[in-house]
């Protein structure tokens, strides 16, 4: 079975400054999917990126980066330039492809200060 | 146009009781999804289908019974409430590509269920 672990429940940053929010996960599938949700008070969760394992190139959205270590199944979320509304709830989350399920680590809550 | 949507946002109800809660994507997506979040904010799933066809059960209560009309619809109707189903129910939708999934899911907004 898979499992996704973010030990980290919560962490403060200062605005402008940059956080990196840690995931690791555990497989035996050598193809899959990892994800970072966010989940803003709102409630409504968002795709911030994607990283396909195959690829070893690591994924951008902007601000938002990551560092996948495929050997040593840790897929972290660096955020630059911090900004009030990065203010949320991470989920990290991975699926093996094969099938439809994803699974979620326990979040952390990024509180962003002015 | 809201791509997942979910309703109602916002259910109060007795313990006991039977409530339901539907859900439409105006997507195009052939699979979609249920998943409980717990006070905790954890995020677990309970029912995938694929073209109408349940492909995920997560060991849920049969008290839980979801239902999807066609593939842009997934209902879920809860029999005999009890204080434990109090959650946020999420929606979500997402498109297989030659069988495989790449997990990019779309959420509704959630539907937030209180039991009394």
């Known amino acids: 079975a898979q499992t996704v672990t973010q030990s980290q429940p919560e962490m403060s940053v200062q605005e402008a400054e940059t956080v990196t929010l840690s995931c690791t996960y555990d497989t035996s599938e050598s193809n899959y999917y990892l994800f970072w949700y966010k989940q803003p008070p709102s409630r409504q969760m968002i795709l911030v990126i994607r990283?396909?394992?195959?690829?070893?190139q690591n994924a951008t959205e902007n601000r938002f980066s990551v560092n996948f270590q495929k050997a040593a199944k840790s897929f972290s979320l660096k955020i630059s330039d911090s900004q009030l509304g990065d203010t949320a709830m991470y989920f990290c989350?991975?699926?093996?492809?094969?099938?439809?399920?994803?699974?979620f680590g326990k979040g952390i809550t990024l509180s962003v200060r002015p | 146009d809201t791509a997942v949507s979910q309703t109602p946002k916002y259910l109060v109800t007795q313990m006991g009781n039977d409530k339901s809660i539907k859900c439409e994507q105006n997507l195009g997506h052939d699979t979609m999804y249920w998943y409980k979040q717990d006070s905790k904010k954890f995020l677990k799933i309970m029912f995938s289908y694929n073209n109408k066809e349940l492909i995920i059960n997560e060991t849920v209560p049969n008290r839980f019974s979801p239902k999807s009309p066609d593939k842009a619809h997934l209902n879920l109707h809860i029999n005999s409430l009890e204080l434990g189903d109090s959650a946020v129910y999420f929606c979500?939708?997402?498109?297989?590509?030659?069988?495989?999934?790449?997990?990019?899911?779309?959420f509704g907004e959630g539907s937030r269920l209180t039991v009394l």
């Open positions: 989350a991975f699926t093996p492809g094969a099938n439809s399920k994803l699974t």
């Open positions: 979500a939708s997402s498109q297989a590509q030659g069988g495989w999934y790449t997990g990019e899911l779309f």
């Open positions: 990283q396909e394992a195959y690829k070893q």
